[in-house]
């Protein structure tokens, strides 16, 4: 067998294996692109997902896809349900020229506004618990405010030094943000509040999520996931933090069982991990062969929805 022989046959085995690898995408080969945001519906057997392809709509148990809808943002970040269920919104836009907010309703998709206020990528969207009033961070370091059916962000806040990356409130008018300054930001959304942050973190803050009320507990915990390898438990509205445990791999994404008395993390090196905020003992759920990236659990099955690359998971929790 000549050499040049030998070299087309080795080319075309490659050719073979990246088309295994990737396969066809209208006629290229290319990977599909990282899912980078998820949300639940009001519909236990829908989830949206979020990437630079558009939003994504998947449905049943096996979280079986439909086509992509162009949603006219270069990348989507965050999505958040309204909590009537009747509208979404979508935090993304283009990495060092614009941040972008859309409001959706649901199901129809319709877009409703479209806020453009943020100078960079918004990395985080989230709604207050009566549904009048969302918060939107950047990686242009600002937090936004807006009330529902308002065309313009009711405050603009720069408590952080850094990009911002994660959003949540902790009930009421009480909001906490984090982001790449390594701390927590802790204030209430009314105008001339006093900020309050917690700052043990040693790295970047990039997650966080705020414990379910359960009866006859004690005050409500705000968990955190930092690139410093970290899970850190606080009582947020007193400043305290109250215990931490230490991952091997960096836990990337972070969201509270049904019933509150565990926290889920996804981490880098692909585990999901059932962690207890008392006693800090671990349970391996799973390992997915590539870092997890976006984590939540449906409040109605008490299911784990977990992303990382292009895959999407459905897992039951142990019991």
């Known amino acids: ?68 809808v162009d949603c006219g943002l270069e990348s989507i970040h965050s999505i958040a349900m309204s909590p009537d269920g009747a509208h979404i919104l979508l935090g993304g836009g283009s990495p060092g020229s614009q941040g972008i907010v859309q409001l959706r309703r649901w199901p129809e998709l319709e877009r409703m506004q479209t806020w453009d206020e943020h100078r960079d990528v918004v990395y985080d969207v989230a709604w207050r618990e009566d549904g009048l009033e969302w918060v939107s961070v950047s990686w242009d370091g600002q937090t936004k405010m807006v009330a529902f059916g308002t065309d313009a962000a009711s405050q603009t806040r720069t408590e952080h030094s850094a990009p911002v990356f994660s959003a949540t409130y902790l009930g009421g008018h009480v909001l906490a943000t984090a982001g790449a300054d390594r701390t927590i ?6 105008p001339g509040s006093i900020s309050r942050s917690l700052s043990q973190h040693t790295q970047g803050v990039h997650a966080l999520a705020f414990q379910p009320k359960r009866a006859g507990s004690q005050q409500a915990l705000l968990a955190s996931a930092s690139e410093d390898r970290t899970v850190r438990f606080w009582q947020a509205e007193i400043s305290r933090m109250v215990r931490f445990h230490r991952f091997a791999s960096i836990p990337r994404a972070i969201a509270w069982s049904r019933d509150g008395t565990q926290l889920m993390v996804g981490c880098d090196d692909g585990t999901v991990v059932m962690l207890d905020p008392v006693t800090l003992m671990t349970l391996n759920i799973g390992h997915y062969g590539v870092g997890i990236r976006n984590l939540l659990v449906d409040p109605r099955s008490g299911r784990i929805i977990a992303s990382g690359g292009d895959k999407l998971w459905s897992i039951d929790i142990p019991r």
Do not use: E, W
């Open 1 to 68: 067998m000549s050499n040049t022989h030998r070299n087309f046959q080795s080319i075309f085995a490659c050719m073979c294996i990246s088309l295994m690898v990737y396969g066809f995408d209208r006629g290229l080969i290319a990977a599909d692109p990282s899912i980078t945001a998820l949300a639940l519906t009001r519909d236990p057997d829908v989830v949206l997902v979020g990437s630079q392809r558009g939003l994504v709509v998947c449905r049943g148990s096996d979280l079986r896809r439909d086509q992509p």
């Open 185 to 190: 930001v802790v204030s209430s959304t009314k």
